[in-house]
């Protein structure tokens, strides 16, 4: 089977019910499609499907006298990427409808077609009136979970609406230049002439920002290692670090390798770049490789030093720290519906580990850089001072200019979608010496 449609369907239904990354039923589904207008709108409806899940799931409720979810949940799936079709990208009215219900035919459902043609012109005889009753829920209303639109609300209560605006608008693509091989504005001519539309970003010193997303391994340059993809809010890592050559400097939770690899692009570093996935170090190195870069790559837990450390002390330790990444949710919209509540403060309990098991490694001088993809506080700036009070020689510095995002206790915290960028959380913290 090769009908987009259906395949769709079913890496949604993977993604909701069996827990599957976006990414990883992505990438499954992919080589079924020969034609890359076919990738492309599988692509789009199954972000767009776990974007929106939760508001036409509920809307479904409404069109359907007898649920499918239970008996049909691929269908039931289906009938979500048809509602993206018609609601969220906009297709034509006839293409989507007809489209769909050959989808069915396609999962070898034909008794079904009728029902998923008969609940799609509902839903666009009936949208108003449909629209206004989810309008009326936030968390409806902008497909969130109720525990995250509330957490959001007692956090941040005059950002929550541009926050839940930010992780449903499209995010731009940012590659990040690799020094060593280009600059920014050699790239943006090079893609400029290869047809496109690029710009280097206006104060991040090795970004390019790009209209449209595309599939990056096409993009001119990336056989070459000239760049790599990298949001804006994750390039700001090399700079808090106050790196030069010749520092020994930890990764501690490095997969997939981006802030590593511009640390290795900006300096020669004796850098050992650690994550406790072994499974995700092969592209790492795979990439380090692409894009001309040396550097120890590593399997093991970082709060389990014992196992993997050498006894040298690190002039600077990168904590890019395991986390609910509330703040990427624009770029992973499937983190919407795998995250639970209960998450948070297994995260919190696990980054307060690492903060401790880690601080010993560093010199004494030596620098710390604490960073998250989250907005929670608890996992950020609660965290970094609880760490603080407890470390009597930890010291954090405000290092970190206004660009950085607003401050939040000790660090810095940028919210999704201000200056572009994602959610991210840093902070520095300078060990006694």
Known sequence: ???????????????????????SAFTEVAPRLADPRDRALVSALLHEGARWWLRYDAVLGRLLQKPLRGREPVVHALLVVGLVQLAVLGLPEYAAVAGTVEAVR?????????????????????????????????ALATAHPPWLVQQLAQDWPDDIDAILAANNAPAAL????????????????????????????????????????????????????EFSVQDGAAQLAPDLLDLRDGLRVLDACAAPGGKSAHCLERHALDLLALDRDAQRLEPMRDNFARLGLNATIAAGDAADAASWWDGRAFDRILLDAPCSATGVIRRQPDI?????????????????????????????????????????????????????????????????????????GSGRQNLPGVDGMDGFFYAVVDKAA
């Open 1 to 23: 089977m090769n009908d987009a449609r259906a395949l769709a369907a079913q890496a949604l239904d993977q993604v909701v019910r069996g827990g599957v990354s976006l990414r």
């Open 106 to 138: 396609a999962l070898k459902r034909p008794q079904l077609a009728g029902l998923v043609n008969a609940v799609l012109r509902r839903f666009l005889r009936e949208r108003a009136v449909l629209d206004a009753a989810v309008a009326a829920d936030r």
């Open 174 to 225: 940012v590659l990040r230049a690799n020094r060593r091989r280009t600059t920014p504005a050699a790239l943006v001519a090079r893609l400029l002439d290869a047809g496109h539309a690029a710009a280097v970003h206006a104060w991040l010193p090795d970004a390019v920002v790009l209209d449209d997303s595309t599939d990056v391994t096409r993009l001119p340059g990336y056989a070459q290692g």
């Open 336 to 408: 919407r519906l795998h995250r639970r509540a209960g998450d948070i403060e297994r995260a919190a309990a696990e980054q307060a580990q690492l903060l401790d098991r880690l601080w010993p490694l560093l010199r004494p001088g030596g620098r710390l850089v604490y960073a998250t993809c989250s907005v929670l506080p608890r996992e950020n700036a609660g965290q970094i001072a609880t760490f603080l009070a407890r470390t009597p020689d930890a010291q954090a510095r405000d290092l970190v200019p206004a660009r950085f995002g607003r401050a939040a």
